[in-house]
């Protein structure tokens, strides 16, 4: 793969996987759309980052879609994302972590270091067109694949999220975060600090990620 | 070691190793974590050839990290050139393991010691340690975490001895101070090794002497090793060798490619 000979640095992998049902249409898809937008300028101002962070996003409503494949940043198409429909998220959900699955392979083969993924889910819904089946292998998969270290799978719950579905498919050491309104641009520049710290990191660091609460409700 | 150890010892054999403080520890006003040490000599029973040398990564995460990774490669280097003493030789290979790890356990058991002297956590103190032995034309290496050592016969080629132990992700590696971590130690026992040359290294410097193109851990590059040890040769004594390599980590050529503490450790075996 002609990316890895050219930029043979460790990754850093993160998938944003973007709720746009119905809810959001209006003011929240547009400030997701800046936000998406204000984290690739903020990466693209961290050297290091820009060589190492690789982001994926898939869009979901009843359906879901790759919006964009994994890449760094200097790679990552601009976004116009339209809201409509309803929500269906186990699905969604397992395409995240099976493309976070596929780019670790294909990171072992072409001999290129990695850092632990994340996975960033954005959501002002609950899963109303899951079946509780769907609802429950997917809870045991995020938990199985977060506590493991496979991942580290972080909800942002935006307007009316129903906090309390979300908790109890979240890992109990990571419970949905609240976002403070519509500031998408704070959680973005917050990943990007993120993202920027976990490139940093040396063998042996124990990253901690930047205080959230530039983004959080409370 | 100063350079009067080093005239005394042998005429065929120069080592010279520095340990400097990466960028990122400048900035956060942290100590320079790695550590670097060596012994070696023909007096008291030693053969002649007789090499020990140890190399230690404190971790980034660890508060006294600098302190392991000092003990660390103390104790170790300490404990195998006692015991090499007290070996008659010629030391069989199943003898030599038995040094290796024994200098491992030292090390671990200092860790221990400190820990409890302080009242702290042994994590407090967590440090790779990458551990050789050369006597009598045999070579033992041993490594806990991630670093490398790098040998050449003939000086026409370098080969890495050991594997990096790493964990699934960049940033992870494995301690000396982790349960059980002697005996997960990956180690080699070479009979009939005569290495013209051997370099350590922490992990600081690993995007420079070693090509990873082929995938990780990669081969030792060799423009790096000859050049490094042709210049070693040339240098009139220790102290020129010693600030020259000191000087060199801290250059440009260095510090705009890692922001991490660097070692290097360079043995000359044989002269030619």
Known sequence: ????????????????????????????IAALNEGV????????????????????IIAFNHNHSVVQEFATMNGVAPLYLVAGGGTRMAPAINEAL????????????????YYRPMVIMITDGYPEHDTPEAIGQITNRIREQDVGRHVMFLTVAVGGADMQRLTVMMPPARPPQRLAGLDFAALFQWL??????ISQSQPGDLVRLPNPDSWLEY | MSGKDFRESSGTMRVIGASVRGSRHTRSGQ???DSVRWRFGSSDGLC??????????????APHSDQGSQAAAN???????????????????????GILIASLSAARKELSAIARREKRQINAYATTLLVAIHTHGALAVAQIGDGG???????????????????????????ITRRASVAAAQTRIIPNYRPRSIAMFTDGIQSLVLDARDGPPGTPHPPFFFGAFAWLKKQPDDLHSYTGLRDFLRSPQVMTRTDDDVTLLLAVLEQG
């Not at chain 1, 204000?38 to 820009?50: P, T």
């Not at chain 1, 099976?98 to 270091?113: A, F, L, P």
């Not at chain 2, 090499?51 to 980034?60: F, M, P």
């Not at chain 2, 000086?155 to 940033?171: F, I, K, M, S």
């Open chain 2, 31 to 33: 100590p320079c974590q």
């Open chain 2, 149 to 175: 050592i790098a040998a050449s016969r003939d000086n026409t080629g370098y080969e890495l001895l050991v594997a990096p132990q790493r964990g699934e992700y960049a940033n992870e590696t494995i301690f």
């Open chain 1, 98 to 113: 099976d493309m976070v699955e596929r780019r670790k392979q294909d990171y072992r083969d072409n001999g290129i270091s």
């Open chain 1, 1 to 28: 793969m002609i990316e890895f000979v050219d930029n043979p640095e460790p990754r850093c992998p993160c998938v944003l996987l973007l709720d746009v049902s119905g809810s959001m249409t209006g003011p929240p």
């Open chain 2, 75 to 97: 104790a170790s280097t300490d404990a195998a050139f006692r015991l090499l003493r007290q070996y008659p030789h010629p030391i069989s290979p199943e003898a030599l393991r």
């Open chain 1, 37 to 56: 937008r204000v984290f690739k300028e903020q990466v693209l101002q961290d050297n290091l980052a820009s060589l190492r962070a690789e982001v994926a």
């Open chain 1, 192 to 197: 990007s600090n993120s993202m920027s710290a």
């Open chain 2, 48 to 61: 002649g050839n007789t090499l020990i040398v140890a190399v230690a990564d404190g971790a980034g995460s």
